[in-house]
């Protein structure tokens, strides 16, 4: 009964649903929810999930995140009850063309650069999903020109008749093994994207990703693609400088000088954005402004200080293997990496020739620093640390002039902190609490 749970039950109340509410946590933990429920005059099971609960209504929406494993939805399907997610209850009602995104890395940079253009573009838009707005507030609204949207595979799991105009799969590397018993039941999840497009939608899809071009082979939208290694006759790529658009005969030059995104990820994210902005009737100069305006998320490889010659970069978003290796792969000096945290049970192998060759130290933290020592420690010089703070510490004293220090930690806060975002705001408060030299 956070933000999304809170503005469903509104919506539904406004349809004339009968509704109820469960959360698992605590009431106490809950005071602001509590409070808005009743004075909505709508009880709520609060501290916990009875199976009964869940054997009453007619229909059952799931908050993002919410695991349809859980016993008493398990239940609740065998006896015959709907279950559904708050995306797809929200499609139902939204009037305006939907554009998705989705990706293990860089799907929330792509979005909100997406929708900056389109709204640089004089559009009005709605940008919400997994990031900004619940997509439940653009439903039943006349006044959007298009919604932005980002959908993660836990949104997808959920869907039914969720069908954007245009989506986009920007990569698929090994994510939330925590959560899905096997790889290919979160690669199943986040093709879901394309379940219920046909030949008048759009899918944008990475060429250079060999997941999201064997799954998008057989889908029934049109195809475009982009590349930073290939130049394609139609699609978009990078020659080095600028990102080049062909479509229907017409070749477009995105030039990169000026852009305030960097690192090789961001390109990807650039194309991508870019590539679905000007299908959709975006003008060329609205892109090119918000390429260079745009400045990125925090804690995305964001730069934090530099001392004693000395840069730190918080990467406290990067979550997974796949995310720290294109935070890597953006770096050419030698980095110090401060990863671990609450593993994920990801594949650490795709590590291993960038922790060989271009982090000169490894400083590990959390639940999982034991199975990464064990994994990489054997390929640089590799410490381990008791706290976030004390790994600053020791990558301070360690680090030479010209050197990086990168929190990339390639797992989950929840170990040690609340979310990434707290994770990242402790490693920005110990790296500016360093002394200068």
Known sequence: MARTGLATVNFLKSRGAIVSATEARPKDEMKEAAAEMESMDIPAEWGGHQTETFLKPDLIVVSPGVDLSLEPIQHALKRGRRVIGEIELAYRFIHAPILAVTGTN?????????????????????????????????????????????????QLETIE?????????LNITEDHLDRYARYEDYIGAKVRIFENQNSGDTAILNKDDPLVAKYGQNIKAKRIFFSLKERLEEGSFFNGQSIVLRNSGREEDYSLAQASLKGIHNVENMMAALTTARLFDCSKEAIETVLRRFKGLEHRVEFVRETGGVRFYND????????????????????????????????????????????????????????????????????????????????????????????????????????????????????????SE
């Open 316 to 435: 406290s978003k990067g979550t997974n293997v796949g995310s720290v290796v294109k935070s890597l792969q953006g770096f050419s000096e030698p980095v110090i990496l401060i990863a671990g945290g609450k593993d994920k049970n990801g594949d650490l192998s795709p590590l291993r020739p960038l922790v060989r060759n271009r982090v000169r130290q490894l400083i590990l933290i959390g639940e999982a620093k034991e199975r990464m020592y064990r994994e990489l420690g054997g390929l640089t010089e590799t410490l381990l640390a008791a706290t976030l703070e004390e790994a600053v510490a020791l990558a301070h004293r360690k680090a030479r002039r010209g050197e990086v220090v990168l929190l990339s930690p390639a797992c989950s806060s929840f170990d040690m902190f609340k979310d990434y975002k707290e994770r990242g705001k402790v490693f920005k408060e110990a790296v500016h609490s360093l002394k």
């Open 161 to 169: 008749s969720f069908r954007p105009r245009f989506s986009v799969l």
């Open 106 to 154: 860089g799907k929330t940079t792509t979005t909100l650069l997406l929708g900056e253009m389109l709204k640089e573009g004089g559009m009005k838009v709605g940008v919400g999903g997994n990031v900004g707005e619940p997509l439940i507030l653009f439903a039943g609204e006349t006044s959007w020109d298009v919604v932005v949207a980002e959908i993660s595979s836990f």
